[in-house]
């Protein structure tokens, strides 16, 4: 069974910087993504960025294009999200994600809080 672990979360100026860590436990099948999705208070949870395992292909929703670089280190099974230039409309609830065929798995959550 495959466990997620998020850490690096806190509170942060306007303008500053975090970056998440995701580690992953388990066996995972051969093919996968891996991301990070937020919650914002009293909204749904949406999706942030992600990248494919093996092929490194990145993918960003909009709002968090040119500030958040989500990269990985296999050998450490970790994924990271830098998050730069951050801005109050970024403050949530920050999970990590698992995609594969057979299921989808998700970290505990993080809190990112950023004041104005």
């Known amino acids: 069974q495959v466990q997620l672990v998020e850490s690096g979360g806190g509170l942060v100026q306007a303008g500053g910087s975090l970056r998440l860590s995701c580690v992953g436990s388990?066996?995972?099948?051969?093919?996968?993504?891996m991301g990070w999705f937020r919650q914002p208070p009293g909204k749904e949870r949406e999706f942030v960025a992600t990248i494919h395992w093996s092929g490194g292909r990145t993918y960003y929703t909009d709002s968090v294009k040119g500030r958040f670089t989500i990269s990985r280190d296999n050998a450490k099974n970790t994924v990271y999200l830098q998050m730069n230039s951050l801005k109050p409309e970024d403050t949530a609830v920050y999970y990590c994600?698992?995609?594969?065929?057979?299921?989808?798995?998700w970290g505990q959550g993080t809190q990112v809080t950023v004041s104005s």
């Open positions: 388990g066996r995972t099948e051969t093919v996968y993504t």
């Open positions: 994600n698992l995609a594969q065929r057979s299921s989808t798995i």
